[in-house]
């Protein structure tokens, strides 16, 4: 069982930045691939980017690449997000979510934190 808490998220105006922190509980989190996803208002749930296991692998989504950065401490569980070059587009509940290293599914999610980008 992983428990997963975001927190960071805020609000702040185009053109700033913010970073998005998940704290995972439990002894096995270096076993698990992480992702962050996003949920805009009216919208569905998307990927914006995930990291390996060992913190070696990264994806993006094509409408944050160059923009945002995932990383990992594995010393203290947690999982970052750091998102420059904000815009308005980028509003939305953005969840943090754990997977076994290499499997296509997400088995455990957070709550969300809001991140609001005022133009």
């Known amino acids: 069982q992983v428990q997963l808490v975001e927190s960071g998220g805020g609000l702040v105006q185009a053109g700033e930045f913010l970073r998005l922190s998940c704290a995972a509980s439990?002894?096995?989190?270096?076993?698990?691939?992480m992702g962050w996803f996003r949920q805009g208002p009216g919208k569905e749930r998307e990927f914006v980017a995930r990291?390996?296991?060992?913190?070696?692998?990264?994806n993006y989504a094509d409408s944050v690449k160059g923009r945002f950065t995932i990383s990992r401490d594995n010393a203290k569980n947690t999982v970052y997000l750091q998102m420059n070059s904000l815009n308005p587009e980028d509003t939305a509940v953005y969840y943090c979510?754990?997977?076994?290293?290499?499997?296509?599914?997400?088995?455990?999610w957070g709550q969300g934190t809001q991140v609001t980008v005022s133009s």
């Open positions: 990291i390996s296991s060992g913190g070696g692998s990264k």
């Open positions: 439990g002894r096995t989190f270096s076993r698990y691939d």
């Open positions: 979510a754990a997977t076994p290293a290499g499997m296509v599914q997400y088995t455990y």
